[in-house]
């Protein structure tokens, strides 16, 4: 029996609930007394030049082995940007001259025999600056503002102005998102060892083999020199998925001391490790007839990148062309140099951002007209994508409206703003329209099974903790035709056949292919053996004609005829077969995929304290089909929660003198907790989609698109009140 | 956001640190602010370093029903000593800071940051964590139902959710789902499985999944 899209239990999921699954910081266990820990001195000032460093007191304090600074460091080669993703060339020259580009940026690395003596060696670093005067926001230096041809060239559909002039009705709003920080609960963590022939190094990271070529390039070292591990990821939400510092000092120290070292970056400084979701400014005009149909979508952003890095970040604007069927689009992008670390994807660096003020652009569209926000989208449903003019691959968007606005009640709601009320709190529903493209990457699998009918599959994948140990399972099981007990997965280590980044919802789809394909071959071949085998009972038999369930071979017909996995494995030796994946070229495509999605929501906003809770969610999802419905219901579930985050609570705030984060500590920097986060339902609305492998779409990202716009909107209408600027903090409504 | 602990009342790092000021001088500069001690060094604050060094000591602590003796520095927090000197690692640092959670044992019965006290201050107590619950092969009913109710993704704050769940039932503060909401906002999940662990808690507590 299948077991793909069956809500099986997490296959890693004992060794969670009983500690016993290792993550980077938690290893090694076997060796430790070799072991010696690592901790960064970081930038005290956001601009400027190093003019002295005293490291007297730390170099004779207790237990000290090495301390590194830009004038004992290894020297570094620039890592092409095609190599790595986010920060690349020289802005990861980490402690090569005496330059200083943002606050927190590394100064020094102190190593030690233990935490507490390396922590407390950092601490009497004595680190002189000459200061300079730093752009601390993007409105301090938006008059310098660039356009990047390269990067973000500006999409033109139509004729924007036209369709603006012929509107019956523009709304025209700008909106701010703020800077935003990942914080998976594992903190940046790595662990190095530096010998003569192999440099081993285990980090948490959702892409083994960016790190394996990144330090290979940087340091001078071929690529197979370099093994990199990473089973169990703490979460990563993008912050683990780009090139950074951490990994780098902690293998500089590695080979100057000849000792494994561990560094794990303390939680403060995940404030200026793993980069952040830019801030932004993003000015919208819709022009639209009186019945609502769209005429012109106008977006110009503003992001923020850094001081010393040319290459913008992300076009957050590149996916504004896609939801609505419009003739007349044009998006456009400038950056802003800001003494902050380079910007990194958070979880849907494009529509994530991009397309909150889009969703509440057409919110306020929809109360001018007085149309129904849902109505609206419905009315500018795209039949084929605007952008590239192609027809869907599949698109199950409708029925996601349909399906979550009859779960919602959105029927019920009184279009008036501030008329809904329970007791003290105003009542709001508000609702937006997600999407998100949906690709894979280059996939290589392996499976293997032996004399016992156990099978392994291995990619060199990662699991931030979405459930791609299961999923890979599930599908390499049914492949090969095991049941899912006798099928182990193995992924996190450059030593298993290569896969992609664990980041853009590519990784479902890009494991499921591969693993398929493995599976799938492996069967072949154990059954072209079998037939050709005169002690099987299929001997003779006709490979086609060969079935296979729950591990049991046998010939169309006649279940009779057959034997197990087992006992052909037993007769000959150990099997294996390897599947790779090829993505559709984006190139020359003939179908546009991408994945839908539809968020209502309620809150409920106490008008004396403005404080904003959401009482409830419902989300659906078209991503194709859904190959494990309760992980995938929990990872929509947390997506909707970051959504919640980014809505109301998250922002990471600036000192606009000295350009440092003033929030940095969950102190500080809020992300929901338990008694801030309702009921969610996710709803799957399932398709086939014959122009993707398996139909799987990916949900990490769907999963928080749409969410924080709709929360906007569902303010706006509990108390009439628009807000433009995330988060909604109740100082905004009062 | 803030301890687990708000039932606990037990000592917290900072009363110690009153007692004992040489360790704490040292506990603060190093555990706190690594980042400030590197500030401009005009406003830095003197670091009286010769009196910051303090020597390790044997200590035993009974982790786990098991007593286990470690030779700690003074200033060497719970959390530190579990994880790397009696190899624990059950046991996560989220923060350090005593801000997540993720670090909760259970101490006495009651739930600790245990990133939040110092190893040497729980030579007496009866401490345990995650590895500490389940008998043999069978888990504990916290962590079957965290395993049934999906009540994670990565599970990198698990351990310390289940720890904080096991002593919330016991302190009789799974009645109701708000209640379990409230009583288990000391421990951040970023991956935002709170529904499921709401529904877990619940579970293990004989409340029904909701
Ligand atoms: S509360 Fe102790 S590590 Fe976060
Ligand atoms: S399961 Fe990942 S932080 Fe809770």
């Known amino acids: ?734 | 956001m803030e301890s687990s602990g708000r039932a606990a009342g037990g000592p917290s790092r900072r009363q110690v640190l009153g007692r004992g000021a040489l360790i704490g001088a040292a506990t603060v500069g190093a555990g706190l602010a690594p980042q400030a001690g590197a500030a401009r060094a005009a406003t830095a604050p003197p670091v009286r370093e010769e009196t910051l060094a303090a020597e390790p000591v044997e200590i035993s602590l009974r982790v786990n029903g098991r007593e286990r003796t470690l030779s700690v520095e003074p200033r060497t927090t719970l959390l530190d000593a579990l994880r790397e000197r009696l190899g624990l690692t059950g046991t996560k640092k989220g923060c350090d800071q005593g801000a997540c959670g993720a670090c909760t044992v259970l101490v006495d019965g009651r739930r600790v940051n245990s990133c939040l006290t110092l190893a040497v201050m729980q030579r007496d107590a009866e401490i345990t964590t995650i590895e500490g619950l389940a008998r043999g092969d069978e888990l504990h009913p916290v962590q079957r139902a965290f395993l049934e109710c999906d009540a994670f993704q990565c599970g990198y704050c698990t351990s310390g959710q289940i720890m904080s769940a096991v002593a919330l039932i016991e302190e009789g503060h799974a009645g109701s789902p708000e209640e379990v909401r409230e009583w288990m906002s000391g421990n951040i999940c970023r991956c935002g499985a709170y529904p499921n662990i709401v529904a877990a808690v619940r579970q293990a507590a004989g409340g029904g999944a909701r």
């Open chain 1, 1 to 734: 029996m299948s077991v793909v899209g069956r809500p099986i239990a997490r296959v890693e999921g004992r060794l969670k609930v009983t500690g016993a699954a290792r993550y980077t910081a938690d290893l090694p266990q076997d060796d430790g007394k070799d072991l010696v820990h690592a901790v960064a001195v970081c930038a005290a000032v956001a601009k400027g030049r190093i003019t002295s460093i005293d490291a007297r007191q730390a170099r004779a304090a207790g237990g000290v082995l090495e301390l590194i600074t830009h004038h004992n460091a290894p020297r570094l080669r620039p890592v092409p940007a095609q190599e790595v993703l986010g920060p690349a060339h020289e802005t990861l020259l980490v402690l090569q001259d005496d330059r200083v580009h943002y606050s927190g940026q590394p100064v020094a690395v102190v190593v030690a025999d233990t935490l507490e003596n390396a922590t407390h060696a950092a601490s009497l670093v004595r680190v002189e600056y000459a200061e300079e005067r730093p752009v601390a926001t993007l409105f301090e230096g938006i008059d310098d503002a660039f356009d990047s041809p390269r990067y973000a060239p500006p999409t033109t559909i139509g004729d924007v102005d036209r369709g603006l002039a012929d509107a019956a009705v523009v709304i025209d709003r700008t909106y701010t998102t703020p800077a935003q920080h990942h914080h998976p609960m594992e903190t940046m963590a790595t662990t190095v060892r530096w010998t003569a022939d192999e440099v081993t190094v285990h980090v948490s990271t959702q892409t083994i083999s960016m790190v394996r070529d990144g330090l290979a390039t940087t340091f001078g070292l071929r690529p197979e020199q370099v093994r990199v591990v990473s089973e169990f990821l703490g979460g990563g939400f993008g912050g683990k998925a780009a090139w950074c510092w951490p990994s780098v000092v902690t293998a500089m120290a590695a080979r100057l001391t000849g000792r494994q070292v561990r560094l794990v970056t303390t939680r403060r400084q995940m404030f200026a490790a793993t980069g952040q979701r830019p801030h932004s400014v993003q000015r919208v005009r819709l022009g639209a007839r009186r019945d609502g149909v769209l005429t012109a979508i106008a977006q110009d952003c503003v992001g923020e990148t850094s001081a010393f890095y040319d290459t913008p970040p992300f076009y957050i604007g590149a996916a504004t062309p896609v939801p609505y069927g419009c003739p007349n689009i044009r998006t456009t992008q400038r950056f802003v140099k800001v003494n902050c670390q380079t910007p990194v994807p958070m979880r849907s660096p494009v529509e994530g951002v991009g397309l909150v003020s889009v969703e509440s652009a057409m919110d306020e569209l929809a109360a001018e007209l007085g149309v129904d926000p849902l109505e609206l989208r419905r009315r500018n449903y795209a039949e084929r994508d605007p952008n590239s003019g192609l027809p869907w691959s599949s698109n199950g968007l409708l029925e996601c409206y349909e399906r979550g606005a009859r779960r919602f009640g959105w029927p019920e709601r009184n279009p008036e703003p501030r008329s809904m009320r329970d007791g003290r709190y105003l009542v709001g529903w508000g609702m937006a329209t997600a999407i998100r493209h949906a690709g894979s990457d280059p996939t290589s699998a392996l499976v293997r099974l032996g004399a016992d009918g156990r099978a392994v599959v291995q990619i060199g994948s990662q699991d931030l903790g979405t459930g791609t140990f299961t999923i890979m399972t599930q599908v390499a099981a049914d492949a090969l035709g095991v049941p899912v007990e006798m099928m182990r997965a193995e992924l996190g280590d450059t030593d298993l056949p290569t896969g992609g980044g664990s980041f853009g919802s590519h990784t479902a789809a890009s494991v499921a292919a591969a693993a398929r394909l493995a599976g799938e071959a492996l069967r072949a071949k154990v059954i072209r053996i079998a037939v050709a085998d005169e002690g099987s009972p299929l001997s003779g038999a006709s490979p086609d004609d060969v079935l296979v369930d729950d591990g049991y071979l046998f010939v169309r017909g006649d279940r009779s005829r057959g034997e197990r996995y087992a006992q052909i494995l037993r007769r000959n030796r150990l099997q294996s077969a390897t599947g790779d994946h090829t993505p559709p070229p984006r190139e020359g495509a003939t179908v546009a995929r991408w994945a839908f999605g539809a968020d209502f929501t309620e809150v409920k906003v106490d008008p004396e304290l403005g404080t904003v809770r959401v009482t409830r969610h419902v989300k659906a999802i078209e991503a194709g089909r859904i190959i494990n419905p309760r992980t995938a219901r929990s990872q929509v579930i947390g997506g909707v929660v970051m959504g919640i985050g980014q809505a109301l609570t998250e922002a990471t705030e600036v000192d606009r003198r000295d350009a440092r984060i003033t929030n940095a500590g969950f102190w500080g920097y809020h992300v929901p907790v338990n008694a801030d986060v309702p009921d969610i339902e996710a709803i799957f609305v399932e398709r086939d989609d014959p122009h993707i492998p398996g139909s799987v779409k990916g949900l990490g990202e769907i999963a928080t698109i749409g969410t924080a716009p709709a929360i906007l909107n569902a303010v706006f209408h509990a108390t009439g009140k628009r807000v433009r600027d995330l988060p909604i903090t109740p100082d905004k409504l009062l």
